[in-house]
């Protein structure tokens, strides 16, 4: 898609791509249909990102391939490209790459699963590495954000 700053995209479906730090990331956060739907509408219009701390802008609700994300976070300003979405019975979820001025280049997807037993699963995945001069000097310090981000996040569509 143009105007990524990384080139695997999709990749956060399956294998991630070696060179970055990887995140994967669980929690169930509710039980059964009701949950599920209440947990998917929030998923696809941002919710888990502004709960988290962000504000957030969408080009359009609910999310779609192509939908473009622009968060804030503090100073920092954080836009995204919806690369893939989807909705189905038992599947809610969409995955953004990272757009020149992210701080950071790469990948991050948000899946919602019904499961046969009832649970509401949600999972994280992602792969970066810094896309500025000032990730690449304060990675450290950047990895601590995403992982208290991705905490955040997991949190975020609790029942």
Do not use: K
Not at 53 to 81: D, K, S, W, Y
């Amino acid at each position: 898609m143009d105007g990524l700053t990384y080139t695997e995209v999709g990749a956060t479906a399956g294998e991630m791509p070696p060179g970055y730090h990887h995140v994967r990331a669980r929690r169930v956060v509710g039980h059964g249909r009701e949950d599920f739907e209440r947990a998917a509408d929030a998923l696809l219009a941002g919710d888990a990102q502004r709960r988290a701390g962000a504000r957030v802008t969408l080009n359009e609700t609910p999310m779609r391939a192509g939908t473009r994300v622009t968060m804030r976070l503090g100073v920092f300003r954080i836009p995204c490209l919806v690369v893939w979405a989807e909705r189905t019975d038992s599947v809610a979820g969409f995955a953004y790459g990272t757009l020149p001025g992210h701080p950071e280049r790469g990948e991050e997807r948000f899946t919602l699963t019904l499961r046969p037993t009832g649970e509401v699963v949600f999972d994280i995945a992602a792969f970066s590495a810094p896309g500025r001069w000032f990730t690449r000097i304060g990675a450290p310090l950047g990895r601590l954000v995403q992982a208290w981000m991705t905490r955040r996040y997991l949190s975020a569509l609790d029942s």
